[in-house]
């Protein structure tokens, strides 16, 4: 789980920060979790690892700000997907995570995709380190 949450992330990263730094800027945004904000029970690995990512962000946006590269992560809640429709009909799951949700409904793909359109587009160009949560206010509570 850390090799693939918190160790790919920082080999993206890696990757792409030099092109970056050579083309006077640019955007980085990491995938994390609700997960990564707070404890879960079902999964203290995966919570560590998207803990990580978050962490990692605020670091490189520091780190790499001067040279024009920001960096930020978004932390989706429940993402209406393939991989999530297995855990959505269970209904201790449903429980738990669904029926607390402010905005009463599953996260759809667009929702991120839309977040990270933001993140990645001039209009965010004063946003670094920062965590966009999509979860329907979930963490709110």
């Not at 789980?1 to 920082?10: C, L, P, Q, T």
């Not at 990512?53 to 946006?61: C, D, E, G, N, Q």
Request: proline share 4%.
């Amino acid at each position: 789980v850390m090799d693939i949450n918190a160790k790919g992330v920082f080999l993206g990263a890696k990757a792409a920060i030099p092109a970056m730094r050579e083309a006077g800027g640019g955007s980085i945004i990491n995938l994390s979790s609700v997960a990564g904000l707070v404890g879960a029970a079902y999964s203290s690995a995966y919570s560590a690892s998207k803990g990580a990512v978050r962490l990692f962000t605020k670091s490189t946006a520091i780190q790499y700000a001067t040279d024009g590269v920001r960096c930020n992560s978004i932390h989706p809640g429940v993402i209406q997907t393939d991989m999530t429709k297995e855990a959505i009909a269970d209904s201790q799951f449903k429980a738990q995570r669904l029926d607390p949700t402010p905005l009463a409904r599953l996260g759809q793909p667009e929702d991120v995709a839309y977040g990270a359109l933001y993140l990645a587009s001039d209009e965010s160009s004063f946003v670094t380190g920062a965590e966009l949560v999509i979860d329907g206010g979930w963490t709110a509570q």
